[in-house]
């Protein structure tokens, strides 16, 4: 993997170490083009018309779907574009049908995203067990086990803390989904972008993803479903109506009965060059270069005084998300201090994981530094010389 390269197609990168992939990746030059091509060459709405403009638009769109489900392991259930993870999750929420003293089984390291949407559901009877993981962000399988019941309808799980960087063993919490009878939803946001993620291989009945976070413009993502009859599409209307009698209406089959009104088809003509990309550079190598920085960075931070680290301590099980704290200081004042001294950028605060931060006694958050494809040894250099710096000042 050349990084060299790589970084040249993020000018971006130019005066900054940008070190807050967690939240949102750069874009890469090809990316871009692949959205600036579809405005100058052949804008046009889908699925409407039968001029050259309309059906080159179509032909995109449907390259990008069978790319992107391509990407994660998809040769069977629909692949759907939503605007991020956040949406994926409130359209399987919304789409199951739910009955009085069902329940969901979900856990405490979660997103706000892969939370909210469940607590939600509880005013109208359904019932919701969260799981707490260790100090360290892992879950015990026995209390996953221990919280399916035969009333557990679904169980939602993220592939990677956003805050510790834990990966959890999804393949076989599925098991223990399909032994109890129980749907899995894995939130792949974090786990995506940065590792190989095959549904066949995980056995999940449903994964979420945002394309901004895997190189993609914002406000595109991916909800993958296993069987797609067993949801009712979270929003109806043109586009995804096969005929209309009366006062009944017929939904078209496949990822377009999911999809109503026009889509961000620029976002998703990019979400698909952006996995073209992904695939050149090769998913492995991105991700064996992100644990050789983790690495060095956990290795790094671990040898200054007045700095607590967060997460695993080694590298099993672990990706490139590294929260730590500053002894004396803030999170916000670290990572403010980071970027006008140094022009390194970094997250702060509670990362959209509050019942986790109470859970952990972090009441003021963490510093997050999260890696991706375009950083280099020198990133990692720079971020701990300036945190031994500012380290000595807490």
């Known amino acids: 993997m050349n990084v060299r390269d790589i970084r040249s197609d993020f000018p971006i990168l130019k005066d900054a170490v940008y070190l807050d992939s967690a939240s949102t990746s750069l874009t890469p030059e090809p990316v871009l083009n692949a959205v600036l091509d579809y405005y100058h060459g052949y804008r046009a709405n889908i699925g409407r018309g039968i001029y050259r403009f309309a059906q080159m638009a179509d032909q995109r769109y449907s390259d990008s779907h069978h790319k992107v489900a391509g990407f994660v392991g998809a040769e069977e259930g629909e692949l759907i574009f939503t605007r991020n993870t956040t949406e994926a999750i409130n359209a399987v929420a919304r789409g199951f049908k739910w009955r009085k003293g069902e329940r969901v089984v979900t856990t405490l390291l979660e997103h706000h995203s892969n939370l909210l949407p469940w607590m939600r559901l509880t005013k109208g009877g359904v019932e919701l067990s969260v799981v707490r993981p260790d100090p360290q962000g892992r879950l015990d399988l026995g209390d996953i086990e ?180 500053v002894h004396g200081l803030m999170p916000h004042e670290v990572a403010m201090m980071l970027d006008h001294a140094s022009n390194i950028m970094v997250r702060s605060g509670h990362h959209c994981c509050i019942p986790l931060m109470r859970h952990l006694g972090l009441k003021y958050g963490t510093v997050r530094a999260s890696l991706y494809l375009y950083n280099t040894e020198e990133d990692i250099n720079q971020l701990l010389a300036a945190i031994e710096q500012i380290a000595r000042m807490g």
């Open 146 to 325: 221990r919280a399916i019941d035969e009333r557990t309808k679904l169980v939602a799980v993220s592939h990677l803390s956003n805050v510790l960087g834990t990966v959890q063993p999804v393949k076989e919490i599925a098991r223990i989904c399909s032994d109890r009878g129980a749907a899995l939803l894995v939130d792949g946001a974090q786990a995506v972008p940065h590792m190989p993620v095959s549904v066949n291989d995980i056995d999940c009945d449903f994964l979420c993803f945002s394309g901004h976070k895997m190189l993609g413009p914002t406000g595109t993502g991916c909800l993958w479903i296993k069987r797609s009859e067993e949801i009712e599409p979270l929003l109806v209307g043109g586009g995804m109506v096969a005929d209309v009698r009366g006062y009944d209406y017929d939904i078209k089959k496949g990822h377009e009965g999911f999809e109503a009104g026009t889509p961000d088809i620029a976002g998703a003509i990019g979400l698909g060059a952006a996995v073209d990309y992904l695939r050149r550079v090769g998913i492995d190598e991105i991700h064996d270069h992100e644990k050789r920085l983790t690495g060095k960075l956990l290795k790094g931070l671990e040898k200054i005084e007045g700095v607590k680290v967060y997460g695993p301590p080694d590298l099993k099980g672990r990706g490139g998300v590294v929260s730590f704290n």
